[in-house]
């Protein structure tokens, strides 16, 4: 039995008395929305210079908009809601697999598959007892809340510490987890809010286990699947490569939820095999999924804030406050302790750790599961889930960057890595390599001779303070500078391996051992 694969049906909203849709309307509808998107386009400078994660402002557009705002929107229909979370949530997973580092996550990803494990069991129990027996929730809602709470939101988590370097291993493990933990939760969720009893701890463990290999197995294949196609197969244009890529994505997500394992593992991990394949056109495809990532979070976080009545919310606030408190200062450093002590993970990191477990959209997005299922006192849970969210992360969001600091995690800037955006040149056999020289690489300083490119591969073009000329052999490059090459189809991952160890260890890579993204074999002819 698959818990991720219902998805929720008959999409209406409920408007009291129906009136047919006019082009009239059409425009007003395209009116509201853009301006929206421009206040919401508008409000992320706002949160970055409050150090607010952005989702507060979102939510905060959509309450203004609801019917106890000035917008005096009356909407609940909490089915449309979920189906456009579900959406959202897989746009979000795949912009954030895309930009995953595999090498940043690779050392970490034991003591993160614990956390995102282990640690949701230990914050759901922990939690649930707390709603059951200090606020007096019957168990079944408290398991359900217990649950909702337990994943925590990596968007929310960066986009305060984006200004904070920090060890690997931590964005690592905080980065994976938060991919990772989705998809258990999402399971628990709908099991606790399925009609009858709830299936023994083993049998939905196993069922756990289940859904989430079969999700891992066709995330990685089409991810490799993809990859490969997109490697090898020239577009006509360069703007089908993004759509093509989420594309791939979404198919992940639909493949690993018909074949009744867990879509969100899918697309998570699909996107990030993508991320780390060196696609063509690269750039142009990071930055499409971003704007994507952006659209879904704002139309997502409105549409929650339109879905919650404000005036409902006063009974509700201790309760949730009670919940997050033992959450926020119980269950996760607990879960943390327990899950990261093995793999010696220092106390400084453990204690970053535990308070960086902010929650964001998914948890209110999952709290809408009860109500669509119709559990009793289902609103009740959704109002203590959003208090819970907003309070928190009121509280979290500002304090992250100055724990940071004082535990004094921060860590010097590692060489910046080259910009290389790679364009096929299908009937040439041949691609074309741009190459942007950041701050802080090693290339800076190198002449052209020093890359010592492999046989077949050559720098054609500089482009240097606006202006672009065919360099010499003695040519030095400077940061700032924008390379064109030329390499061949045999040679095309060597080059752009060799100039990666340039661009981190500098003219004696090769000798030093410094080898950048990845090995040097036959890249330094």
């Known amino acids: 039995m698959s818990y991720v694969r219902e998805l929720p049906r ?53 309450v203004l908009m609801g019917q106890d705002g000035i917008g005096n929107i009356h909407f609940n229909n909490a089915e449309l809601t979920q189906v456009i979370g579900y959406a959202a949530l897989v746009v979000i997973l795949a912009e954030g697999g895309l930009g995953t580092k595999w090498k940043e996550i690779k050392p970490a990803l034991p003591a993160a598959s614990a ?4 640690g949701v069991a230990v914050s759901v129990g922990v939690t649930a007892s707390a709603a059951h027996f200090l606020i007096g929730l019957e168990w079944r809602q408290a398991l359900i809340v217990g649950a909702v709470v337990s994943s925590t939101d990596a968007a929310a988590v960066f986009s305060v510490l984006r200004k904070i370097p ?26 606790f809010s399925t009609a009858g009893p709830v299936d023994h701890w083993y049998v939905l463990l196993g069922e756990i286990a289940l859904e989430l290999a079969i999700g891992a197995a066709i995330g990685l294949a089409v991810g490799w699947l993809g990859s490969w196609g997109l490697r090898h197969v020239a577009l006509p244009a360069s703007g089908l490569y993004p759509i093509a890529v989420m594309a791939i994505a979404v198919t992940a997500y639909a493949g690993g939820a018909l ?8 697309v998570y991990l699909a996107s990030m095999m993508m991320g780390n394949a060196k696609l063509p056109h690269w750039p142009a495809t990071r930055g499409f999924a971003d704007g994507l990532g952006w659209i879904a979070q704002i139309g997502m976080f409105v549409l929650l804030g339109l879905l919650v009545t404000p005036h409902e919310l006063g009974d509700d606030v201790w309760p949730a406050l009670v919940i997050g408190l033992v959450l926020t200062m119980v269950a996760r450093p607990l879960s943390v302790v327990l899950c990261l002590t093995p793999f010696r993970v220092p106390w400084q990191e453990q204690t970053l750790m535990s308070w960086a477990g902010l929650r964001g959209a998914v948890p209110i997005i999952l709290a809408t599961i009860p109500m669509v299922q119709g559990v009793d006192a289902s609103r009740r849970i959704f109002n203590i889930v959003f208090v819970l969210v907003v309070v928190y992360t009121l509280v979290q969001g500002p304090t992250l960057p100055w724990l940071a600091r004082t535990l004094r995690l921060g860590q010097d800037a590692e060489a910046a890595d080259l910009g290389i955006e790679s364009a096929p040149l299908e009937r040439l056999r041949g691609h074309l390599l741009s190459v942007a020289i950041p701050e802080g690489s090693k290339m800076h300083g190198v002449e052209v001779a020093e890359l010592r490119l492999p046989a077949g591969a050559a720098v054609t073009l500089v482009v240097r303070e606006g202006k672009s000329f065919v360099p010499l052999p003695t040519t030095v490059l400077r940061r700032g500078d924008e390379l064109l090459v030329v390499a061949t189809d045999p040679v095309r991952d060597a080059a752009e391996r060799r100039l990666r160890s340039v661009g ?20 330094g002819r």
């Open 166 to 191: 920090l060890p690997a291993r931590v964005t690592g493990t905080l980065e994976a987890e938060s991919g990772f933990n989705d998809a258990p939760v999402v399971i628990l969720v709908v099991a």
């Open 10 to 62: 008959g999409m209406r909203v409920s408007q009291g008395r129906e009136r047919p849709l006019t082009v009239h309307h059409l425009d007003q509808l395209l009116l509201v929305c853009s301006l929206v998107l421009l206040v919401a386009v508008a409000a992320v400078r706002i949160s970055s210079r409050s150090g607010l994660p952005s989702l507060l402002v979102y939510l905060g557009i959509g």
């Open 504 to 523: 981190h260890g500098g003219k004696l890579a090769g000798w030093l051992g410094t080898n950048g993204a990845g090995t040097e074999a036959g890249a």
């Open 259 to 266: 074949a009744h394992g867990s879509g969100f593992l899918g």
């Open 115 to 118: 956390l995102a494990l282990g």
